[in-house]
């Protein structure tokens, strides 16, 4: 059943063929978003989410970009406004893993991720913040001139060994999202992040695929489950739409508890 809180609204989801970004592609064509998918590398994927959407009745396409380069994202850019003619609402969600530990981290490993978690953020926010100024306030598409969601992690406040490039890339995307949250709200741009916490997807498969991995992962999830994209996606709907109208510049958690310190359950 379709909510159509995003009814005809143009929407970019930057790394939409898997994971987390596909559970937002999906939930915000369901509330009746157009897509765009973008993908850096997997086509056919893309093409899936894609085939998802238009089955259903919805509006999408797929586009390549790998969101750390510059030209692509613009290439990218002018892509969506020439087939939808402009942008309502940008999920920054591309993003990887490159885990090492820290004295044995390579420039190249600590280079990529932020390339691609933290400047991939960035260049799209930005492109996508020209056009919301250019284009202003439309209210037969919705009360803001955009919508910015920065896909962040419950790793923007846990620190997180053998994974330092990762998560200080999620500690970046948050003073990346609330600063230019800061700068565009007379703009009437609205700009967000999700923390979510662990989401079974491939960038964590190895702390789910076997029982024993999870059950060690559940000892860090007071809520007890692992999370689903579509937890996520649902989470991003509402954002995007008019319901969260007032809400800008923070970081909403949706991860079953796993920023709570649950080691002092019973200890401390
Ligand atoms: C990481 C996952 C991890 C989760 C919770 C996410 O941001 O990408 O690998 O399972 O945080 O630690």
Not at 73 to 78: P, T
Not at 145 to 154: E, N
């Amino acid at each position: 059943m379709s909510t159509a809180k995003l009814n005809g609204q143009i929407a970019l989801v930057t790394g939409g063929d898997s994971g987390i970004g596909k559970g937002v592609a999906l939930a915000l064509a369901e509330a009746g978003a157009k897509v765009v998918v973008n993908y850096a590398h997997h086509a056919e994927a893309a093409e899936e989410v894609v085939k998802h959407i238009t089955d259903a009745g919805g509006e999408a396409f797929s586009c390549k970009a790998d969101v750390s380069q510059e030209a692509q994202v613009q290439a990218m850019f002018k892509e969506v406004f020439k087939q939808y003619g402009t942008i309502d609402i940008l999920v920054n969600n591309a993003g990887l893993q490159k885990d090492a530990k820290f004295v044995d981290m390579t420039l190249d490993e600590w280079n990529t991720v932020i390339g691609i978690n933290l400047t991939g953020q960035f260049l799209c926010a930005r492109e996508a913040a020209k056009e919301f100024i250019r284009r202003g306030v439309d209210d037969t598409r919705s009360r803001a001139a955009g919508k910015i969601i920065c896909m962040s992690s419950v790793h923007e406040v846990i620190p997180w060994g053998g994974h330092v490039n990762y998560a200080s890339s999620k500690g970046g995307i948050m003073m990346l999202m609330k600063s230019m949250a800061q700068e565009l709200a007379p703009h009437k741009i609205r700009v967000v992040a999700i923390g979510p916490g662990a989401i079974q997807t491939p960038i964590n498969k190895e702390a789910w695929e076997t029982p024993e991995a999870l059950n060690k992962l559940l000892t860090l999830i007071p809520y007890n489950r692992i999370g689903q994209p579509e937890d996520i996606g649902k989470l991003a709907a509402w954002l995007a739409s008019d319901d969260a109208d007032y809400i800008t510049g923070t970081t909403i958690f949706s991860d079953g508890g796993m920023t709570l310190y649950p080691g002092f359950a019973d200890n401390g």
